[in-house]
């Protein structure tokens, strides 16, 4: 091979060695921190005060709360009424976990209407409804099993 070649093909793995090491630390920021939201989600730009979360209608035989049945984190729960619910290791989660395979943001649970739905929120491990892997918004009632991690939790009365 010619020392051109061999000057271009070490320059290439260069490149790559490096876009490889930045998707990393990209990934354990983001792991660490959790995403960015934009100011425009934050209400800064329109000035108005963001809108209180839409309380969902309460009915007999709806649920009420959220429950950890299995894992480390058992027995603790969050109130439907203050949906939507994040769950994950990061502190601003409504259900805080301490699993190895629960991101910082991993899911919410939120209300539409009279129905709930839990949502990944792109997490490396996944969500699982029963044993289904969801991609997105997904129906849940009472006594669902939400698996995330090593973690299962219920909507319950």
Do not use: C
Not at 17 to 42: K, Y
Not at 102 to 121: M, P
């Amino acid at each position: 091979m010619s020392e051109l070649t061999l000057f271009l093909i070490r320059i290439a793995y260069l490149a790559i060695l490096w876009i490889f090491v930045l998707s990393a630390i990209s990934v354990i920021r983001s792991d660490m921190f959790g995403a960015r939201v934009p100011e425009a989600a934050r209400g800064a730009r329109t000035g108005k005060a963001p809108k209180p979360p839409k309380q969902p209608s309460r009915r007999k035989g709806a649920p009420t709360h959220v429950l950890v049945t299995a894992g480390s984190n058992t027995g603790e729960r969050a109130e439907l009424d203050q949906a939507p619910i994040l769950i994950g290791r990061g502190a601003d989660a409504a259900i805080r976990l301490d699993d190895d395979y629960v991101s910082t943001r991993h899911a919410r649970i939120a209300a539409s209407g009279d129905q709930w739905f839990v949502e990944d929120l792109g997490s490396t491990n996944g969500t699982y409804v029963g044993t289904v892997r969801i991609t997105q918004p997904t129906t849940i009632s009472l006594g669902t099993q939400v698996r995330i991690g090593k973690t299962v939790l219920e909507l319950r009365k």
